[in-house]
Every structure is written in structure tokens, then in C-alpha cells.
């Protein structure tokens, strides 16, 4: 039910970062952290981590309050 939730929140913010030759993918909701893997010209990016942090964490957090934290994945 989690995973179904975050991954409806995820898939609102990709068309954002998609518009930047990015991406991000749901890897796993293991308990209140989310884990992502970055991708296209978000890897590698020298901003990935205030993307985020600033963008994606934030906007999960903020679309379902019980998720702590936003955590990138290889």
C-alpha cells in the first residue's frame, strides 16, 4: 500500500526532471525510507543531491508525512 503511494507521488514529479533529460525510479519503501535511483542526466549530476533532497524528498514528505527521508540508490 506504501510502495502503491510513493510511487504515485514519483510519478508526479517525473515528467519535471524528465524535461532536464533526468529520471528517478521507486526502488524500495523500506518502512518510513524511500529509496530512489537516479537516472539519465540526473546521475552523475553535480545538483543530483539538492534534487533530492530539495525537490523529491520534499514533495514526498510533504504528500505523505509519515516518510522520514529520501534516499538515492545505485
Known amino acids: ?5 510513493v510511487q504515485t507521488v514519483i510519478d ?6 524528465q524535461r ?5 525510479e521507486l526502488v524500495s519503501v523500506d518502512g518510513n525510507v524511500v529509496k530512489v535511483r537516479l537516472q539519465g542526466a540526473c546521475k552523475g549530476c553535480p545538483m543530483s543531491q539538492m534534487t533530492l533532497k530539495e525537490g523529491i524528498e520534499r514533495f514526498v514528505k510533504q504528500e505523505i508525512p509519515e ?8
Do not use: F, T, W, Y
Open 1 to 5: 500500500m506504501m510502495k502503491e503511494s
Open 67 to 74: 516518510i522520514d527521508r529520501v534516499e538515492a540508490v545505485e
Open 12 to 17: 508526479k514529479i517525473r515528467p519535471m526532471l
Open 20 to 24: 532536464d533529460g533526468g529520471d528517478v
